[in-house]
């Protein structure tokens, strides 16, 4: 990789690093940003809800990138998400929580497959892996070094803080982005239109098979996801303790997932690191119940479940931005739609199968992943 491209993927993470930070940090904070709106919990998760379901609109934000081109997406999406951590911090009340958490979801949504299509463009299907993963480790690092730095932030000044902060790196990110990231080459056929660009998608069987695969997968780790605090607490009554360690273990097993990636799917092949992922998160799924007979058991059952998937979820990226070369960034944001969908599918079905114990989560998972495994050899490569 040319020292200018890794300069590139370094600011790159840090980037996600700030945008992850943003959309991870509600969750611990819920009660703590409840309190400064001055409103109660159930209209924060309504907040939250309609941050969820705006997953739904940023393919089509996010196409600008085949259009307009990847430093434009990018751009667009820095700006999206500056704006709306900025409005917060100018006026602190909960309709402009409602619409910062809407804004900078999107630019997130809309940031990412932008850069993802970028590397997709400058480096090789062979090497492109690695790349991906290193950029992937933005996500468990937001959890272990972003995270705790906003409660530093809560607890020395108020809970606007984080959003105050946030809207400053976003604007200097975007600033450095503008500045460094070269411009992007004409289109050799012309710009292609949004409606062109999903039309390619949806009409190729290769990424309508991606699109599935994805979905499955996310919606295998969403059915234990869900349930395992409750699941805890249910079996060993350390409602804080155990889930607090439980916390910790996942943000680990996310960063060795996202760094074994990085070291072996370019050396496995992508679809060999995918059927790893799958058998190995198919093995802790059955081991849950047996280990769970103790709290470190039940800890260590969850380190294998979440790295496993991580492995599998992170492994698919490269192989899906190599589906449709010329709508790259349009099928990585409906990608990124997908696993939003494969997680609502996971959120609806778990609680429901809990009814019936554990068992009958691990059995979702299962039959997701088998399902995942299946539709993976539908998924061809066109470059």
């Known amino acids: 990789m040319r020292s200018s491209l890794r300069v590139q993927v370094f600011l790159i993470t840090l980037v996600r690093i700030i945008l992850h930070t943003s959309y991870r940090m509600l969750y611990p904070f819920l009660t703590v940003f409840s309190r400064g709106l001055g409103v109660e919990l159930p209209a924060v998760s309504l907040a939250l809800t309609a941050r969820s379901l705006t997953g739904t609109l940023g393919p089509f934000l996010a196409s600008v990138s085949d259009s307009r081109g990847r430093k434009t997406g990018m751009l667009l999406g820095l700006g999206l998400f500056t704006a709306g951590t900025g409005l917060v911090a100018i006026w602190p009340t909960y309709p402009a929580f409602i619409l910062s958490l809407i804004l900078s979801t999107l630019g997130n949504y809309v940031f990412l497959p932008a850069l993802q299509a970028y590397l997709g463009d400058r480096i090789p299907y062979a090497q492109r892996g690695r790349t991906l993963a290193i950029t992937e480790l933005s996500w468990s690092l937001s959890f272990i070094l972003g995270i705790p730095f906003m409660g530093l932030l809560i607890s020395r000044l108020n809970w606007t803080a984080p959003f105050i902060f946030l809207a400053i790196l976003g604007a200097l990110a975007l600033a450095l982005m503008a500045w460094l990231l070269p411009a992007d080459p004409a289109p050799e056929n012309g710009r292609p239109t949004l409606w062109r660009n999903f039309r390619t998608v949806l009409a190729s069987p290769a990424a309508r098979a991606g699109l599935a695969m994805s979905m499955m997968m996310t919606a295998a780790n969403e059915s234990v996801n869900l349930v395992f605090g409750v699941w805890l607490e249910n079996s060993y009554g350390l409602k804080i303790a155990a889930l607090g360690a439980a916390s910790a273990v996942i943000g680990l097993s996310e960063l060795g997932g996202e760094g074994l990636t990085a070291l072996l799917v370019d050396r496995l092949g992508k679809e060999r690191s995918i059927r790893l992922g799958?058998?190995?998160?198919?093995?802790?799924?059955?081991?849950?119940?047996?280990?769970?007979?103790?709290?470190?058991?039940?800890?260590?059952?969850?380190?294998?479940?979440?790295?496993?998937?991580?492995?599998?979820?992170?492994?698919?990226?490269?192989?899906?931005s190599a589906v449709l070369p010329h709508a790259r960034a349009s099928l990585l944001a409906t990608n990124v739609a997908f696993f939003s969908l494969g997680r609502a599918l996971g959120a609806v079905l778990a609680p429901f199968l809990f009814q019936w114990g554990i068992l009958a989560n691990v059995a979702a998972t299962i039959l997701f992943n088998l399902a995942a495994a299946l539709i993976l050899r539908r998924v061809e490569v066109q470059e």
């Not at 769970?292 to 059952?301: C, D, E, K």
């Open 278 to 320: 799958l058998a190995l998160n198919i093995l802790a799924a059955l081991l849950l119940p047996w280990l769970g007979r103790s709290v470190w058991g039940a800890l260590a059952g969850l380190f294998l479940f979440y790295i496993s998937s991580e492995i599998t979820i992170v492994s698919a990226l490269p192989l899906i």
